[in-house]
């Protein structure tokens, strides 16, 4: 599955747009962005099956819609059970040649963190399991941001959220971030990967690559969000672009056992500076940001130690 | 009936879940998506092997909850598939969620419910409070009381899904039917219904024509959507009543919406559900030997009520005693179907004396001994106004 990526260069990017603008996502939002991109490569024969959420909520108020490829919304934690039941309808129809055997459907979930982490997570692991060949998008904006901005299982360490505020007591989330992409590695998935919309032609890439896969794919894309997170909206991308920089994010992918870091970064950067364009993170003491900077370090190091070579470079800022 | 019979018919000896699985099969199902609960857990099996040894072409979906068993029923139903799964107990009420998604978008999913009480305390055994605790879902609810009128229901429930475009359930006793053999005549080869339940087009998740399904709908529509269903369930009662003729006209069976037994010249009907009514048409032999005036019915449909067929057996009684195998805590009149008679009889103005019997809770026995009490206590017009708990120990 390796070579040459398909997507190299912005003029890489279909023309076709499946994806209809007039949407309510908030101005800045990056989900759009990535609904946008996914369809691009995706393309029309699609069917995407969609969690509660911004991106279902924002899309699809009857009777507008977004969607230019057959859309379903059932539920918020049964996106994976829902798309199983898709993909295994088809199989069944072209068997009964009830449906030509020789289409081709794409068949997507895409979902949240509060849908995939938390009250998805039983419905994607039998999915997983089960080996539907369904690619399972989660737009990651590391809180129940569509019911105002609550603690997730993504939710970062520190994190202001609704749910963990700061006071004399606590100060933002007190856990850490559930590693969603290695529980869902371990299922023993054939390609899992995790991307961020700065890095849009590795996004792309990777959608391209779960599609392709026989069986389930899992792609986790960093979706920084103006209103939970709290900068100018104007801020998603190039938030987006320190997360890698900093290696706050780490764009990765497992594809069938072969594990490689996908945007290296030859000198990386202080955490700091991701931190501090995010309202979230305000209230944070010079402590805690090196406390955080520490957690990153480590991580470097076992993912350099993984890949056998410094992927991720030293910090220098 | 019996040409019938010799010509297109199998007779075995069928627990009701084998006959609902004969009935699977038999209606060509797209796709299985069920886990495993007692006693709805040999219907699975059964299936299992028909997919097994080729007897039946589907995609069996091993969810890993009822959860996504009814989830993954509605993605296959709206990508356009004959959806089917089976559950109990437990797991209705975990599915809880979609069942109201599933009428909601009006797809045509047919659910075997074999009936069980509900926790705490636990129990396996049979009783109504699951399939009673799904009355406001919107779905079309009808409740057997024989293996063979499982099997014919099963097949019938997806005439009346594809053309009105609810989904349906049919549910029966669990143990007592789901467990207990009885001999079913099942379709001797492949197709028999092919006419009956024709692959019909509807609109569904088509790369060609591409839909939105399960939109978001605020206060200027969410209303008329929910009205379309009231509809819907509406246009089912003379649906559910055409699917049970043609069936009988077709197949040499039918059972109408409700059954009627030695009712005419009965000084009390005893009216209830589901297996049951087997115990109480036996007692009703047993009392009207000893010139007891004592006639029974059963309600065979649940939802949409049979308003026409209740009407009609009221207008013949001269008193009801209706016995539930399920409570709605909290009210003075608390089985199910009593409070849904008198409902009905207050919007019609009828005047029939109606005692509300509790019974077979988590499948307490009930004999016809039970009956023949129940029937002296009500025929004695010394009944209390409010539900009377049979036989419990205070």
Not at chain 1, 56 to 80: D, G, K, Q, R
Request: aromatic fraction near 10%; include cysteine.
């Amino acid at each position: 599955m390796s070579g040459k990526p398909f997507f190299r260069t912005i003029f890489d990017v279909p023309h076709e747009e499946y994806f209809s603008p007039g949407h309510g996502l908030c101005a800045g939002c990056t989900a759009g962005t990535i609904a946008k991109l996914l369809l691009k490569v995706a393309g029309p024969n699609t069917i995407v099956v969609n969690a509660t959420g911004c991106v279902e909520v924002s899309t699809t108020t009857y009777p507008y819609t977004s969607w230019n490829v057959p859309w379903l919304h059932v539920a918020f934690e049964n996106t994976a059970a829902a798309a199983s039941g898709v993909e295994s309808a088809i199989i069944a129809l072209k068997k009964k040649g009830i449906m030509d055997p020789s289409t081709k459907v794409n068949v997507i979930a895409l979902a949240g963190d509060g849908g995939t982490y938390d009250i998805g997570l039983q419905a994607l692991s039998g999915m997983l399991e089960r080996g539907h060949r369904v690619m399972y998008v989660l737009y990651d904006n590391e809180a129940y941001m569509n019911t105002g901005i609550q603690r997730s299982g993504s939710t970062p360490e520190f994190a202001w959220t609704t749910t963990t505020p700061v006071g004399s007591q606590w100060k933002g989330k007190m856990q850490q971030k559930k590693p969603i992409a290695e529980i869902v590695s371990a299922h023993g998935t054939p390609y899992v990967a995790t991307s961020n919309p700065n890095n849009f032609t590795d996004m792309m890439n990777k959608f391209k690559k779960g599609l392709e896969t026989e069986g389930p794919s899992f792609v986790h894309v960093l979706q920084p969000c103006t209103t939970g997170w709290k900068f100018d909206p104007r801020y998603g991308i190039e938030i987006s672009r320190l997360a890698t920089e900093t290696a706050m994010w780490i764009n990765w992918e497992n594809d069938h056992g072969e594990f490689r870091v996908t945007v290296t970064v030859p000198r990386r950067r202080h955490v700091r500076n991701y931190l501090r364009m995010q309202g979230r993170f305000s209230h944070l003491t010079e402590q805690e940001v090196n406390e955080i900077q520490d957690s990153v370090n480590k991580k470097v190091e076992n993912i350099n130690r993984l890949v056998g070579k410094t992927v991720i470079g030293p910090l220098v800022e | 009936m019996e040409t019938i019979a010799k010509s297109i018919w199998k007779r075995l000896p069928l627990s009701s879940n084998y006959a609902v699985a004969y009935a699977a099969r038999d209606s060509d199902v797209d796709e299985i998506a069920a886990y495993p609960i007692t006693p709805q857990t040999t219907v699975v099996e059964k299936l299992s092997e028909f997919i097994a040894n080729g007897e039946l072409l589907a995609e069996m979906v091993h969810v890993e909850s009822e959860h996504s068993a009814m989830s993954a029923s509605i993605g296959a139903s709206a990508a356009g598939a004959r959806a089917f799964t089976a559950t109990s107990s437990q797991g209705l009420e975990l599915m809880h969620e979609l069942l109201h998604i599933a009428s909601g978008m009006r797809l045509p999913i047919v659910m075997s419910v074999a009936a069980r009480a509900l926790s705490a305390p636990l129990s396996i055994w049979g009783d109504y409070s699951d399939v009673m605790n799904t009355r406001d879902t919107s779905w079309i609810t009808i409740i057997a009381s024989s293996a063979q009128e499982v099997y014919d229901s099963i097949v019938q429930a997806y005439r009346i899904a594809e053309s009105v475009m609810l989904p349906v359930m049919v549910a029966y006793d669990g143990f007592m039917m789901s467990h207990t053999y009885e001999p079913v005549f099942v379709s001797e080869k492949a197709g028999l219904f092919r006419d009956y339940i024709p692959r019909k087009g509807r609109v569904v998740l088509d790369t060609k024509k591409p839909v939105t399904m399960g939109a978001v709908a605020n206060p200027d529509w969410y209303y008329e959507t929910k009205y379309q269903q009231v509809k819907a369930m509406s246009d089912a009662y003379g649906l559910s009543v055409e699917a049970d003729q043609t069936f009988s006209k077709l197949y040499g069976r039918g059972y109408g919406l409700v059954e009627e037994y030695n009712v005419d010249n009965s000084e009390l009907v005893i009216l209830t559900y589901g297996g049951i009514f087997g115990t109480v048409k036996q007692a009703v032999d047993e009392m009207r030997e000893q010139g007891i005036p004592v006639g029974a019915a059963r309600v065979r449909l649940f939802r949409p009520f049979p308003l026409n067929e209740l009407r009609s057996l009221l207008l013949k009684s001269k008193a009801v005693a209706v016995l539930d195998r399920s409570f709605s805590n909290g009210l003075p009149v608390s089985g199910p179907l009593a409070v849904e008679l008198k409902s009905m009889m207050n919007s019609y103005n009828i005047n029939v004396p109606v005692y509300s019997y509790i019974v077979g809770l988590g499948q307490r026995t009930v004999t016809e001994a039970d009956i023949s009490k129940i029937a002296s206590q009500a025929l004695s017009s010394k009944v209390s106004n409010e539900s009377i708990y049979w036989g419990v120990r205070e």
